[in-house]
């Protein structure tokens, strides 16, 4: 299974709403990502989590809040969003240097996000 | 730092002519190189990757790629293209003690004309 599952596949919310995207994956792999994506722009790397730790965080607005429950499942809770944060949230995996060799990240089909 | 440049935002190619997507890459230790391929409204996917060892790699759908360090470059080609070929393309740069930075170029929108 070299799958990487992401549930919304659409959502719509209020810039008062608050929403959660989930990530799941059950390759073993012990680094997870987000990335967003804008039309016609490359990924671009929101966080990363490595064994269930916050490892890296490009420097996103606190109204994104991630949260890894397990080595499997990777959250992205949204709070008072605004317009231009509509854009395709992309969920990926990886195996961690420490516990094999890292080759690629999976990706899942994202969330296609619109803030309105 | 890290980084890597798709030349051409855009290519068209007629069907079933060679296709030749350009990246070049800058990276201060060897590097780890990927291609990736994204139809509208999907996911990446993976075409092909370089890490160690032999420098031409083949991947699925029967894409290529060719790393020259002398020339930092990583350049993805097929002999001849579908129409399915076309998708939106992403050259990518990592490196094993950092897989958590993987760093993707602007990309390159391919289409492909009857």
């Known amino acids: 299974d070299t799958e990487v599952t992401q549930t919304p596949k659409h959502l719509v919310m209020g810039m008062t709403n608050k929403k959660s995207l989930k990530c799941e994956q059950h390759?073993?792999?012990?680094?997870m990502y987000w990335y967003k994506q804008k039309a016609k722009k490359p990924p671009e790397l929101m966080f990363v989590?490595?064994?269930?730790?916050?490892?890296i965080n490009e420097s996103v607005p606190s109204r994104f809040s991630p949260e890894c429950p397990n080595s499997s499942l990777l959250n992205l809770h949204l709070h008072a969003l605004q317009p231009e944060d509509s854009a395709l949230y992309l969920c990926?995996?990886?195996?961690?240097?420490?516990?094999?060799?890292?080759?690629?990240?999976?990706f899942g089909q994202g969330t296609r996000l619109t803030v309105v | 730092a890290q980084s890597v440049t798709q030349l051409g935002s855009h290519v068209s190619v007629s069907e079933g002519a060679l296709v030749l997507l350009r990246c070049n890459y800058s990276?201060?230790?060897?590097?780890?190189l990927f291609w990736y391929v994204q139809y509208p409204n999907q996911g990446l996917q993976l075409l092909l990757k370089y890490t160690t060892g032999a420098t031409l790699v083949k991947g699925i759908n029967g894409f290529e790629a060719e790393f020259k360090k002398s020339e930092t470059s990583f350049h993805l080609t097929k002999p001849s293209a579908h129409m399915s070929d076309a998708a939106e393309y992403f050259c990518a740069v990592s490196r094993y003690s950092s897989a958590s930075k993987i760093i993707f170029g602007s990309g390159t929108r391919l289409s492909i004309r009857p």
């Open positions: 990926a995996s990886s195996q961690h240097p420490q516990t094999g060799d890292f080759t690629e990240a999976f």
């Open positions: 989590y490595s064994y269930e730790k916050l490892s």
């Open positions: 990276s201060s230790v060897p590097p780890y």
């Open positions: 390759m073993g792999h012990r680094a």
